[in-house]
Nanobody, 115 residues
């Protein structure tokens, strides 16, 4: 059974940094496109960043230059380094693993950017 467990969320002041982690169990990590999504209250879930098995990355325009996605295939773990955080980054952040015919989600971790 596949499980994705996020960690690293919390409360941070504007301009601060956080690092999210997503640990994957099961055997899918080495073949999955991994991604971070977020959902703010009253808004639709949106893609923040994704990374292919080979390390090709893709970012939402709103986070480009501030966030960095990475993955460690030996540790079955994905990361999201978030710098220069803004109040509008406040959301629940979800880890996603996408295969050819299926996808899996973590339970989410809250990120709140506020003074």
């Amino acid at each position: 059974q596949v499980q994705l467990v996020e960690s690293g969320g919390g409360l941070v002041q504007p301009g601060g940094s956080l690092r999210l982690s997503c640990a994957a169990s099961g055997s899918i990590f080495s073949t999955a496109v991994m991604g971070w999504y977020r959902q703010a209250p009253g808004k639709q879930r949106e893609l923040v960043a994704s990374i292919s098995v080979g390390g090709t990355t893709n970012y939402a325009v709103s986070v480009k230059g501030r966030f960095t996605i990475s993955r460690d295939n030996n540790k079955n773990t994905m990361y999201l380094q978030m710098n220069s955080l803004k109040p509008e980054d406040t959301a629940v952040y979800y880890c996603n693993a996408r295969l050819t015919y299926s996808a899996y989600w973590g339970q989410g971790t809250q990120v709140t950017v506020s003074s």
